[in-house]
């Protein structure tokens, strides 16, 4: 048979009518437009944005100038002489007694937290469940009806007027939604995984440290986020527990611009500023973890 007899290949046809349907993940779907909320997310960036602003151009002006004017414009001679006086002022003082009194009271919330929300999510007796829920009753107690009770304790204890004072009682308070948050992404952790650990031989220390730890870095950070925030921007405990300049801490130390005769307003918000700059420093590098961490609170 010569190769002109040979029977040539038919081309493909596509069917039109027939033709199956695209795999999912080749389906691009349209969004729709939401502009209310657009204009939502517009109203409320500035709600957020305009105080911002304000007070960062308050702070570059002078004092003679900061209750003249227009507030929203723009400094006509910006200074920085408001940052020079808060940093001549004892302000690293302050900012390390702060960053003292959040590093401690985030490593006792979490050598605290994370042992409470693993023995509530693993433990299934009816009194893990009542001294969880006892716990949580933390949450709604203010601290103002219990600060006359705290402070005989604290001065029973020996610890007024120091930075313990604030530590300890900043702590306690910070602790049930710590538990909560933890518990919420502890329980998004698989019962198989615990179980294959177990088949293993794994005692409940390791699955803690070496499961139940790596899974939950999301909630983790929202706690060490929370903590933070907590001990950064306390004011009652250390206004109540403290006395003398050498404990005190930075929203205290706001006070320092506050006279009998008046306000030194742009070193007062310079202050603020250089105080909210850390905390926001470390709001921006955990702050996919800690959104992470609060969706997992309302988990199975």
Not at 104 to 130: F, H
Not at 174 to 183: D, K
Not at 287 to 294: I, M, P
Request: no cysteine.
């Amino acid at each position: 048979m010569s190769h002109d007899t040979l029977p040539r290949p038919r081309p493909m046809q596509t069917e039109k009518h027939g033709a199956q349907p695209s795999p999912p993940h080749r389906r691009h779907w349209t969004k729709r437009a939401n502009p209310v909320a657009g204009l939502g997310a517009i109203v409320w960036l500035a709600i957020v944005i305009v105080p911002i602003y304000a007070m960062v151009s308050a702070s570059l002006t002078s004092q003679d100038k900061a209750l003249t004017g227009n507030p929203l414009a723009p400094p006509t001679s910006p200074t920085l002489d408001n940052y020079n006086t808060v940093l001549h002022s004892g302000f690293g003082h302050l900012l390390a007694n702060t960053a003292i009194v959040a590093v401690a009271v985030v490593a006792i919330v979490l050598g605290l937290s994370v042992p409470l929300a693993y023995v509530a999510v693993r433990t299934r007796d009816r009194w893990s469940g009542l001294a969880f829920r006892l716990f949580l009753l933390g949450v709604a107690i203010p601290a103002q009806a219990v600060v006359v009770p705290l402070y005989l304790l604290i001065a029973k204890l020996d610890l007024y007027d120091s930075l313990l004072a604030v530590i300890l009682p900043t702590a306690a308070f910070a602790m049930p939604v710590s538990v909560l948050v933890l518990v919420g992404t502890l329980r998004d952790v698989s019962e198989e995984l615990y179980e294959a650990m177990a088949l293993d031989g794994a005692s409940p220390q390791r699955m803690l440290f070496q499961l139940a730890v790596p899974m939950a870095k999301g909630g983790i950070s929202t706690v060490v986020i929370y903590a933070a925030l907590q001990a950064w921007n306390g004011f009652l405990f250390p206004l109540i527990f403290t006395q003398s300049d050498e404990p005190r801490v930075l929203t205290l130390g706001l006070f320092n611009y506050v006279s009998q005769f008046g306000v030194n307003i742009p070193a007062l918000l310079a202050s603020v500023v250089l105080s909210g700059v850390p905390i926001f420093a470390v709001y921006l590098v955990a702050r996919r973890a800690l959104v992470g961490g609060l969706m997992g609170v309302g988990g199975k």
